[in-house]
């Protein structure tokens, strides 16, 4: 819904031949996006999907490194050294 109040209003000062584009443009965001979706969606849901056999994010460890030494403390942070 907010996409669609974004883009009417972005397209209220548009010409009919940018609106056009900007429909077609639209539809073939949605259905690239789609695919995309569906098809991670899929092995999600597979039983035999296992989060563990998954490559770690490039730049993961370090966040989350950072994280835990700004925000973890008191037990957590005892526990941790």
């Known amino acids: ?4 109040k974004l883009l009417d209003h972005d397209r209220a000062t548009m010409s009919p031949d940018e609106v056009k584009q900007s429909h077609a443009r639209d539809k073939a965001a949605r259905k690239l996006m789609g695919r995309h979706f569906i098809s991670n969606f899929l092995k999600i849901c597979s039983p035999f999907y296992d989060t563990a056999k998954r490559r770690e994010p490039r ?11 700004r925000y973890v ?6 526990m941790a050294a």
């Open 73 to 78: 403390r008191g037990a957590v942070a005892e």
């Open 59 to 69: 730049g993961d460890r370090a966040f989350l490194t950072k994280f835990e030494a």
């Open 1 to 4: 819904m907010v996409s669609k």
